[in-house]
């Protein structure tokens, strides 16, 4: 269970979250530093994220290249160690400025995109670490190959050469994620996969004790997000 800290400021909540993210790998064996704490940025200006910079985060995801684009330029000029992940669905029209403007793909779902990013780091020239998205709750609004895809899927990537690196889920809200996460390790492991990006604001801790590597945490770091109508 996640510490909610809604008075303190974003420096102390960004602290607690590490200091959550060293409990939990502790209590699982594993050295803190393994596991990669990605700060979601959606919704939020980029003075916020100015903010968590000047308190030493530089992982950053975001789920709109749109918002990406228009969000990071400005700050890599102060920040260039600034990492952005992209963690939301990539249309195969948003492509040449994802691979632009991010540093790492999380949602590698389908042969047209695969096809897609293997034309655009060819022609670019930059290659982009990606993960696989898994819908381990096989929801049929979610993106993400089911896991009865996957094995056949990372093949196919390879086959592109693409640089998968790893795995990554996002359970369905209702349900336990427990064995969402283990599923994912699982199909990981017989892959010869070592990177798992699972595990949000409210489960972060029991992924990192179930092997996450990179764990995507929002609102416990800059609070409650407000939609607008189109969100």
Same mark, same amino acid.
């Given at each position: 269970?996640?510490? @909610?800290?809604?008075?303190?400021? $974003?420096?102390?909540?960004? #602290? ?31 003075? #916020? ?34 990492? $952005? ?5 990539? !249309? ?15 949602? $590698? ?23 696989? !998205? ?24 390879? #086959? ?35 990177? $798992? ?21 929002? @609102? ?12």
């Amino acid at each position: 269970m996640t510490v @909610s800290l809604p008075e303190a400021s $974003l420096a102390q909540r960004l #602290a607690a979250v590490r200091g959550q993210i060293a409990d939990a790998a502790a209590e699982a064996g594993r050295n803190p530093a393994s596991v990669t704490l990605i700060a979601v940025a959606k919704t939020f200006p980029a003075e #916020a994220v100015a903010e968590a910079l000047a308190a030493g985060q530089r992982h950053f995801g975001e789920n709109r290249v749109q918002e990406g684009t228009a969000k990071y330029p400005a700050l890599r000029e102060t920040h260039p160690d600034l990492v $952005l992940h992209l963690i939301g669905p990539l !249309q195969t029209n948003k492509v040449k400025q994802a691979v632009a403007h991010f540093d790492v793909i999380h949602t $590698l779902d389908r042969d047209s995109l695969a096809k897609e990013l293997a034309k655009e780091f060819e022609k670019s020239g930059r290659r982009l670490p990606c993960f696989v !998205q898994v819908n381990t709750g096989e929801e049929p609004q979610k993106a993400g190959c089911t896991p009865q895809e996957a094995d056949a899927f990372i093949v196919a990537c390879r #086959a592109l050469d693409l640089p998968v690196i790893g795995l990554m889920c996002i359970p369905p809200a209702e349900e336990e994620p427990a064995p969402h996460f283990a599923l994912l390790n699982k199909i990981a492991k017989r892959n010869g996969l070592d990177q $798992l990006s699972m595990g949000m604001s409210g489960d972060f801790d029991t992924a990192v004790m179930l092997g996450a590597t990179h764990v995507r945490v929002g @609102s416990a770091i800059f609070g409650g997000r407000s939609y607008g109508p189109t969100a």
